[in-house]
């Protein structure tokens, strides 16, 4: 008898919007439909139904036993590395038979940076049809905002990881709650590096409050400052590659196949620029500013550093 894969667990923020909910419903059903062999269910945290708990005993009573849940995040902050595994751990009381494994959250993953990119050419139009048509234009990557300076942090890599290779003037960061800079802030700070024009492009997986106050926000700076021509993106949204990448996620989770930031790394993927060095065999090499190798500065050979081999 074959023994039925996991079931799909979606764990959400949760959000006063009722249409940034429904959003995230129709994404968990979405899954489902596409999944049939796989029970799939999903829940919040906070602020909207149905609770996390409530979906894991719908998975329950529909017979499950084993499930991988998926934080459906782009961060690591407080909910996806505190809440999410206390809310598991009070249903594995609940519910002593289940077990289940644990996912990681989705960003920043090279399928989400091209959606990214995309929600920038959308606003551009067909003036930013090539790289030439970006060298004026700057990006500003709004994310949620944390009091853990590791989310934050994610937030920078991302919008670092946006910028490589794909011709924009720069691509800088603000935060819409609880982090510096906030949005007019960084507007302001992308004018005094000298953007021509600026697209700001909320880092938000779907609608609600926070995206719309982003919006806002950026809609009201533009109006004291008419000589700077900015634009506003719309959210990621429920497109192909967040599905894509939710079952990537629910995969690695069933395998125990937690990698850490090979997602961006250019010698598994093809990062824009960074093409030719998809599969190039990796050896330790040598960073010509650390102290202590034998002849740097000095005439002698190179030596390979030993620290930095890339096993993938």
Known sequence: MTTPPPAL????????????????????????????????????IELSPPPLGEAVTELVERGVRRFAAVPLMLVSAGHAKGDIPA??????????????????????????????ERRVGEVLGNRAAGDADRSDVTVLLVGRGSTDPDANAEVHKAA???????????VETAFVSLAAPDVPSGLDRCVKLGAGRVVVLPYFLFTGILPDRVRTQTAEWAAAHPGTEVLSADV???????????????????????????????????????????????QPHFHPDDDGHGGHGHGGPHQHHSGHAHAH
């Open 9 to 44: 667990l979606i764990a959400g923020h949760g959000t006063r919007d009722e249409a940034g909910a429904e959003a995230f419903r129709d994404f968990v059903r979405e899954l489902g439909r596409r999944n049939p062999e796989l029970p799939v269910a999903g829940g919040f």
């Open 87 to 116: 809310a598991l751990s009070r249903e594995k009381e609940r519910h002593p038979a289940i077990s289940y494994s644990y996912g990681r959250p989705l960003g920043p993953h090279p399928a989400l940076l091209s959606v990214l």
């Open 160 to 170: 670092r990881l946006l910028w490589e290779g794909r011709g924009y003037a720069g």
């Open 236 to 282: 990621i949204g429920p497109t192909e590659e967040l599905l894509g990448l939710v079952m990537e996620r629910y995969r690695e989770a069933v395998q125990g196949d937690l990698r850490m930031n090979c997602d961006s790394c250019v010698y598994r993927i093809a990062m824009p620029g960074f093409e030719d060095k998809v599969g190039l065999p990796q």
